[in-house]
Structure formats: C-alpha cells, structure tokens
C-alpha cells in the first residue's frame, strides 16, 4: 500500500482525466459535423445505348438502396447489393444503410449516345443524262460528331469521306446514266455505330424523241 504526503497525485490525476473526457466529448462534436462518408463512389460514365454503365461504392453495409433522379425526387431502381448496371441516362447515387446511420455516396452522371438517323433523302426525278443533286433531311448525330457519310446508288458506295465542319451531306453527281430508275441511300456513321437513309428510287426523265413521217 502506498501514501502520499500531498494531494499533488491525486491533482494530476484528476487534471488527467479531465483532458480524457474533452477530448472525447471534443471528437464527438467532430464526428457529428463530419459524418462518414462513403469513400469510393460511383464514377460517371458515357455509354452507347444498349450498353450498360457499371456504378460501383465500397462501403460494407446491411443494406444498399441505388438511386436515380427523377424530375423532383429521387427514385429507387434497384437494391441489389455495391454495384449497379445501369443504362438509362440520368443521375444516380447509391444510399447505403450500416449499423448506426445511413451514408449517401456522391451522384454520378450517365450519359447515353445512340446511332445517328435520318428521316429522309429527297430526289423525285432527274433528267437521262443530266446531274444528280440530293438532300437529306432530319439528321441526328445520335449525341456525337458524325465521323463519315456513304452515298449508295443502287447499293453501290458512288462517294464516301470523313465528315467535318464544312461537309454539307449534298450529293452533287454529274451526268447520271442508267437505263431505268436507280435507288438511293445515304449511310452516316458516329462512334457507336451507323445507321441508313429509306431508299429513295429515283425516276428517270427520258428526252422525247422525234418521230420520222
């Protein structure tokens, strides 16, 4: 057993302990203005349409909630576990349930291309012999640059290029000769694929000929 002659012990002591409880009660405080967070979370992502983005966070947790933004509201889409594959365009975020609170990971953004269209090509005739000049109307780029174009006469690739600022799309042909009518089409290409113009069949305008009496 031990004695002390002062009360110097028994200060330090309690002058200890009373370091001990604030900085727990300091720690506290920190934690409740900064709670946990989720440290790896869903990157954004930019996909072609029918493929799938694959978000992803790290955290273990009883429970996952993945969530998309839905006009005013976020819309739950799946509860499957730490990684969802999505395919519709829009923002998402995934909520994840542990023992003691409920953590939201940072949004991420999906993004999603498609092919490039056209509505139409337009020549309703031309002249035997004479030039060729067609049009496409309703051009999407399907969300990225249109890289190449392909005109087609009855199948046939007549002119192809890589697509730039400058390129119209107009097909200019000089002296077109065929006995009948001839199809045409127009193919354009971006980097999730290609789509086709309808056809259009163009009629040929045959010069009359003098009858001999």
Same mark, same amino acid.
């Given at each position: 057993?031990?004695?002390?002659? +002062?009360?110097? &012990?028994?200060? *330090? /002591?309690? *002058?200890?302990?009373?370091?001990? #409880?604030v900085?727990?009660? &300091?720690?506290? *405080?920190?934690? $409740? *203005?900064?709670?946990? !967070?989720?440290?790896?979370?869903? @990157?954004?992502? !930019?996909?072609?349409?029918g493929q799938y983005a694959t978000f992803a966070v790290n955290e273990t947790a009883l429970s996952y909630r993945w969530q998309r933004w839905e006009g005013d509201d976020w #819309?739950?889409?799946?509860? $499957?576990g730490r990684s969802y594959h999505a395919n519709v365009a829009g923002l998402y975020r995934c909520v994840v349930?542990?023992? %003691?609170? @409920?953590? &939201?990971? $940072? /949004?991420?953004?999906?993004v999603v291309?498609?092919?490039?269209?056209?509505?139409?090509?337009?020549?309703?005739?031309?002249?035997? =012999?004479?030039d060729l000049m067609s049009t496409p109307f309703g051009i999407s780029n399907g969300g990225l640059p249109l890289e190449m174009y392909e005109w087609k006469l %009855?199948?046939?690739?007549?002119?192809? $290029? /890589?697509? %730039? @600022?400058? !390129?119209? #799309?107009?097909?200019?042909?000089?002296?077109?000769? /065929? +006995?009948? =009518? &001839?199809?045409? !089409?127009?193919?354009?290409?971006?980097g999730c694929g290609s789509a086709e113009s309808p056809f259009e069949w163009v009629t040929i305008m045959r010069t009359p000929s003098l009858l001999n009496n």
């Open positions: 057993m031990y004695y002390f002659c +002062d009360n110097q &012990f028994l200060i *330090q /002591t309690r *002058q200890l302990l009373v370091c001990i #409880l900085i727990f009660s &300091f720690s506290g *405080q920190l934690a $409740a *203005q900064n709670p946990p !967070t989720i440290v790896v979370t869903p @990157e954004s992502a !930019t996909v072609c349409s #819309l739950t889409v799946a509860t $499957a349930r542990t023992d %003691d609170e @409920e953590l &939201f990971s $940072a /949004t991420a953004t999906l291309n498609n092919v490039p269209s056209i509505a139409a090509i337009h020549v309703p005739w031309v002249c035997e =012999g004479g %009855d199948g046939k690739t007549i002119e192809a $290029a /890589t697509i %730039d @600022e400058k !390129t119209d #799309l107009v097909l200019h042909r000089t002296a077109v000769i /065929t +006995d009948n =009518g &001839f199809s045409l !089409t127009l193919t354009l290409y971006n």
